[in-house]
């Protein structure tokens, strides 16, 4: 014979408990002027659990989640202002853009954006389970970083979470979305240069002519009597004469 005696209560005892516990409870509600209604007697049991067992509730709940669990772990390690954008390669991301184009999605820009800075940016959205797997779901804005988006989520496993590299900015902060979104063969236009032609002169210089006036001197009249003198004043002042007016003429003067 076995000495090992089992005090776990049976299920029919343990309903029998939970039925008496009930009776009891509802003797004391009549006891304490109650009406004997199933109603009434509902709301006081309603009222009873909002005072007693909410709160209860409420404080396993919160200290069930001070020890953590996978899903507050991996939230910790996103929170805070701006630590939900990360960094992946593009080629890890490959197989879900491409999943979105297939479902239509335009993922154009956003490939081209991706390709050009050589490194994919998503957005940390929660913790997911996929297929029975632990994972971390991040948002791949295709339209643009501003944009909620999510429905179109890329899945990394919570064990590989911890390398996952932070982008240490948002993309429209670093103007990943516009600066890259101009085409690689894209050249700015020229600029358009004006020449002002400048009208040409053919005329040459018009020259200078100097005129150089001759001065003539105006000869003096000789201030002595010698008549060699009078003769030469008297023929450049083209007032020259013969001999014999000239004899006459000193006759007349002297």
């Not at 007697?41 to 009222?47: G, P, Q, R, V």
């Not at 001065?215 to 030469?232: F, G, I, N, Y």
Request: charged fraction near 30%; glycine fraction near 8%; aromatic fraction near 8%.
């Amino acid at each position: 014979m076995s000495n090992i005696t089992n005090n776990q209560p049976s299920q029919m005892e343990t309903n029998m408990d939970h039925y008496t516990l009930i009776e009891n409870l509802f003797a004391q509600f009549i006891e304490s002027g109650g009406a004997p209604k199933v109603t009434e007697f509902k709301k006081h049991i309603d009222l009873l659990i909002k005072d007693r067992i909410k709160p209860l509730c409420s404080s396993q709940g919160k200290a069930g989640s001070v020890g953590g669990g996978w899903r507050s772990e991996q939230k910790s390690l996103f929170s805070g202002r701006g630590e939900k954008w990360c960094k992946v390669s593009v080629d890890s991301l490959r197989e879900t853009i491409s999943g979105f184009e297939n479902d239509g999605v335009d993922i154009k820009d956003y490939n081209d954006w991706i390709t050009k800075a050589g490194f994919a940016w998503i957005r940390y959205a929660g913790p997911r389970v996929v297929k029975g797997n632990n994972v971390a779901g991040f948002e791949v804005r295709t339209s643009g970083s501003t944009i909620d988006h999510p429905k179109q989520l890329h899945y990394i496993n919570d064990s590989l979470v911890n390398e996952v590299e932070k982008l240490g900015g948002t993309p429209h902060s670093m103007k990943l979305e516009w600066v890259h979104n101009e085409s690689v063969n894209d050249e700015k236009p020229s600029e358009e240069v004006i020449v002002v032609e400048e009208p040409v002169n053919d005329e040459k210089p018009s020259e200078v002519i100097e005129v150089k006036e001759e001065v003539e001197e105006k000869l003096q009249a000789p201030t002595s009597s010698d008549p060699e003198e009078w003769e030469a004043y008297l023929a450049a002042e083209g007032l020259g004469c013969d001999e014999e007016d000239f004899d006459q003429l000193n006759e007349d003067m002297f």
